[in-house]
């Protein structure tokens, strides 16, 4: 059986790995340099930078479980009731799959199905076909962009899945740099501070994750990040803005950052088009939800 994933992050990784011992033959699709999605990692030379999500702080035994097992396995680290990434959180996406079956910098913007087969096609008019089944597991407003016939009433679901974005600020230094965290979160944009280096015990080198918060985001989401960081900065004050000028800054928009309602339902599948979508929108919105979706997706038996 040949079976196609759409989108490497944290829900198309897990439902992989799921799969992976009852099929052999699985190709995973992700439209970026890499997999994690919101899981993700920039690499500055032998550094790494966490610039999503930071770390796990599971809510229910089922990711504590699997954080559990990340961590005998070497790719997190426990401190109390917290998670940590040893080596960059996107290894928690790298660990689920294997290499040789992932396609990346392919956005799979076409999918039909053809003599009970799925074809599929990305952006630059590539196409890949013969496949059994296949899985979607990216936001809801990127499914709907897609051109993939659904049923109606799947497509109205879709449609009302509705998101908060997150504009994030990666800043970086081989200087030893502090920031006044109690000065910034005076600044109303700004819901979260990340102490990057200190996570990761470095001594030579300053990195700070700043995210904005959700309100901000959401009104802006429609320009481009160099737009959106031009806003962001001229919002601090003169003596932030100085110093800021001692770090690289490399800008990121979290478009679906976090899904604020969700379906009533674990997944969809539907037998009969041998297609299925999970994600963190499926019976709750976060990462909980995404991991007990992608599990039972991977737990039914398709022949």
């Known amino acids: 059986m040949k079976i196609a994933i759409i989108g490497a992050g944290f829900s198309g ?15 995973i699709f992700e439209k970026a340099r890499g997999v994690g999605g919101r899981l993700s990692t920039k690499y500055i030379e032998d550094k790494f930078i966490d610039y999503g999500t930071s770390s796990l702080i599971p809510i229910t035994d089922d990711l504590k479980m699997f954080c559990l097992d990340l961590s005998s396995n070497g790719v997190v680290k426990a401190k109390y009731d917290e ?28 999918a039909r199905l053809e003599n009970n087969k799925w074809i599929l096609e990305d952006e630059n008019h590539n196409i890949y076909k013969d496949f059994d089944l296949l899985f979607i597991t990216i936001p809801a407003p990127q499914i709907l962009q897609m051109q993939i016939e ?94 800021f000028e001692r770090f690289t800054i490399i800008a990121h928009l979290w478009k679906y950052a976090f899904a604020k309602t969700s379906l009533d339902m674990p997944y969809f599948l539907n037998d009969e088009r041998n297609l299925g979508i999970c994600g963190d929108y499926f019976s709750h919105s976060n990462m909980e939800a995404a991991l007990l979706s992608s599990e039972l997706l991977g737990s039914v038996k398709y022949s």
Do not use: M, W
Request: glycine share 0%.
């Open 83 to 110: 998670f940590i990434p040893k080596n960059g959180i996107n290894q928690i996406c790298k660990f689920l799959i294997k290499e040789k079956d992932l396609v990346k910098n392919c956005k799979i913007t076409k």
């Open 13 to 27: 990784c897990n439902l992989y790995n799921n799969l992976k011992e009852k099929y052999e033959d699985i190709t």
């Open 150 to 243: 659904l049923p109606d009433d799947l497509k109205e679901k879709l449609s009302n899945i509705k998101y908060d974005s997150i504009f994030s600020l990666i800043l970086y230094s081989t200087e030893e740099i502090k920031l006044d965290k109690n000065l910034l979160y005076e600044n109303p944009d700004i819901q979260n501070i990340i102490n990057n280096s200190r996570k990761y015990l470095y001594k030579d080198f300053s990195s700070y994750i700043i995210h904005s918060t959700r309100e901000f985001a959401n009104c802006v989401n429609e320009k481009t990040k160099e737009e959106i960081c031009e806003i962001f900065l001229s919002n601090l004050d003169d003596e932030t803005k100085e110093l």
